[in-house]
């Protein structure tokens, strides 16, 4: 069961940009959410955060963040009764799929079936688009503008993006506490030790530890 996707773009390797699906119906399994998708459509928000890759390219001229809200019918020809129950089969969609982020119109539908270029060309993401096989599996889309890329890797994942320390802890941290900019090997680090972090966008900021993942004998500095 699940109430949220992430969806994690990557153009030869370096993250582009992140979106949270937040589905309004509640919490479902993969087959409910694909087939009342196709069927119906599922009203979804979806929050955008544009990675430091795409922030800091000449072409990209959009914002750090935005959110959309619309309805997604991933493609209203995908024939996906047929694919839960067979399990079997090449291609997960019989027809067409779209996956991404578009308009703020809970009326209007994110539909990899839809007329010509379709929705992503207002939006975010990867989509085989009606009509436009031969073109679109190289193209993503970017705050509404196509980009053409021969290496592309749409990761979608079940749940919402881990927290990160900025967002675990609200309270701030005076940074001239640490201007000695002492550094330790990671494997002498103390949960509740106080060090530099960053955020996606390359922010740096103050953080306590709240657990220890790296293994004993790690001499990497933190």
């Not at 079936?113 to 207002?122: F, I, Q, R, Y």
Request: glycine share 10%; with cysteine; hydrophobic share 35%.
């Amino acid at each position: 069961m699940h109430d949220a996707f992430t969806q994690e773009f990557y153009v030869n390797l370096e993250l582009q940009f992140t979106i949270e699906w937040d589905f309004q119906s509640g919490s479902k399994t993969l087959e409910d959410r694909f087939t009342y998708a196709e069927n119906i459509g599922e009203e979804v928000i979806w929050r955008v955060e544009v990675a430091p890759a795409l922030l800091a390219s000449a072409s990209y001229t959009g914002p750090a963040s935005e959110t959309h809200h619309a309805t997604w019918r991933f493609s209203n020809g995908a024939g996906l009764a047929n694919t839960f129950n067979s399990g079997s089969g090449s291609a997960f969609s019989a027809e067409d799929a779209s996956w991404g982020a578009a308009f703020n119109d809970i009326n209007a539908d994110v539909n990899g079936n839809g007329d010509g270029e379709g929705s992503l060309a207002t939006g975010w993401g990867h989509q085989n688009y009606n009509a436009g096989d031969a073109g679109s599996c190289s193209t993503w889309y970017a705050d509404g503008v196509a980009h053409g890329s021969d290496y592309i890797e749409n990761v979608m994942k079940i749940g919402r993006p881990l927290p990160t320390l900025e967002h675990v802890f609200s309270r701030s941290i005076d940074p001239s506490d640490f201007e000695d900019k002492t550094t330790k090997a990671m494997s002498e680090l103390q949960v509740g030790e106080i060090i530099q972090t960053s955020d996606i966008h390359g922010n740096l900021d103050f953080a306590p530890i709240i657990r220890l993942p790296h293994k004993a004998g790690n001499s990497e500095m933190a």
